[in-house]
């Protein structure tokens, strides 16, 4: 179907695909993402090819600019007044449920007498969880509370956490192979990172001067696009985390401008739709049909993860002293994993390209099912929190 039809009418199929999805989950009671994944994957070159594989790719304009505008959105959560509020819970957290996922997930597959370049590279990759679907979650059910308050600014962290994981893992894989250590293989991931928010904090600068002297509404805009499409471009040229990026953009704007609810209140209207592109687009992107093959190392993979995230978030909520209900739910709200980890999966495989293939079928089965499953987990684990708001559900139940 789609090879017959140009970037708009494409546009506009997966727009209708993602509205389909929409009402027919909220009428289920699950969250939005879980029905915009699953049409993703029918109507997907895997399953119906209604979406072709080619027009896939061709949209991958689409996915970047998503990631873009969710970063930016998690950014504004780093204002001072906010940490301020929240304390040290959260980069305690990302930390250590970061870092469990990684180490457990070695310790365990190096046991079972597996290759150290494939344990270290997918213990690296387990950090990683998805910023996108957490985000949805909790902005369709207005979620508020204590684990919500610390979840974002976590999960916003946790690419960090991610990044400096997968390239200290990288690091010993060559100093291994070498025999010798090399301390500017192992400071490497921290220069990319510390680039990337150096990066983001001079846009960040710029952003806030330009908003005081464009005053209306669709001029503000339309320059908040143009910076988040600047961050991401140039990120991607240069190999720095966009994410990273475009959060440190948004970090410094919503510090040091009083105009945070001017540039946000319309950005929040604006994206909806590229978001249901962004979650169609990834599941068409999924192919189900590689869940067979994973193995014990895939199980070990999808099952060691969700335990080191789990222990991880509860130790780092016992030390940081963080509330009770954040202790019990918070680590099932990490479960959902994408975007960067398929980025680390694409430097994996050049960095050990014998393992490569293993490692892609490996970390594509766990995005696919941690796609399926993580949502309903990240609302159950809020809904169990008492954050949720409910009515959300019984608005649509009475509708229908």
């Known amino acids: 179907m789609s090879n017959s039809l140009n970037l708009m009418e494409n546009v506009a ?64 959560e780093f204002s001072i007044s906010y940490l301020k509020k929240v304390g040290r819970s959260p ?100 220069l990319e990172i510390v680039e990337a928010l150096v990066f983001g904090f001079v846009l960040g600068l710029i952003f806030t001067q330009l908003v005081r002297f464009y005053t209306g509404r669709g001029n503000r805009l339309a320059l908040t696009i143009v910076f988040v499409f600047i961050c991401c471009g140039v990120c991607s040229q240069f190999g720095l ?11 410094v704007f919503a510090n040091t401008s009083k105009y945070t609810e001017k540039i946000f209140e319309p950005l929040d209207r604006m994206t909806p739709p590229i978001y249901m592109m962004f979650f169609i687009l990834s599941g068409a ?29 509860y130790i780092g909520a016992c030390i940081s002293k963080a509330p009770k209900v954040v202790k019990k739910y918070l680590g099932l709200a990490l479960v959902p994993q994408e975007g960067v980890a398929i980025g680390l999966v694409t430097v994996a495989k050049q960095q050990v390209p014998e393992f490569g293939n293993t490692i892609q079928t490996v970390v594509l089965c766990g995005i696919v099912i941690y796609e399926l499953v993580g949502p309903l987990i990240s609302k159950l684990s809020l809904k169990a929190a008492g954050e949720l708001d409910l009515s959300v559900d019984q608005k649509v139940k009475k509708k229908a």
């Open 13 to 76: 199929f997966i727009i209708v695909a993602a509205l389909i999805a929409g009402k027919i989950v909220k009428a289920m009671k699950l969250p939005n993402v879980t029905g915009y994944l699953v049409m993703g994957i029918l109507i997907g070159p895997h399953c119906l090819n209604l979406l072709t594989l080619d027009t896939v790719n061709d949209m991958k304009f689409v996915s970047d600019a998503a990631l873009g505008f969710i970063a930016f959105s998690i950014g504004s």
């Open 91 to 190: 980069v305690v957290i990302a930390v250590l449920e970061g870092f469990s996922a990684t180490i457990l997930l070695d310790i365990v597959l190096l046991s079972l007498g597996y290759d150290y370049h494939l344990a270290l590279s997918l213990g690296a990759i387990a950090s990683a969880t998805a910023a996108a679907s957490t985000l949805m979650i909790c902005k369709q059910y207005k979620a508020k509370g204590p684990v919500t308050n610390t979840l974002l600014p976590v999960v916003a962290m946790d690419d960090a956490v991610a990044l400096v994981s997968f390239g200290l893992s990288m690091a010993v894989i060559k100093v291994l192979d070498s025999g010798k250590f090399s301390v500017k293989a192992m400071a490497m991931p921290l």
């Open 241 to 251: 985390s966009s994410l990273l990026a475009c959060m440190m953009m948004s970090a």
């Open 285 to 313: 992107a999924l192919d189900i049909t590689i869940i067979p093959k994973i193995g014990l190392v895939g199980i070990c993979y999808v099952v060691v993860r969700v335990i080191g995230k789990f222990t991880g978030a």
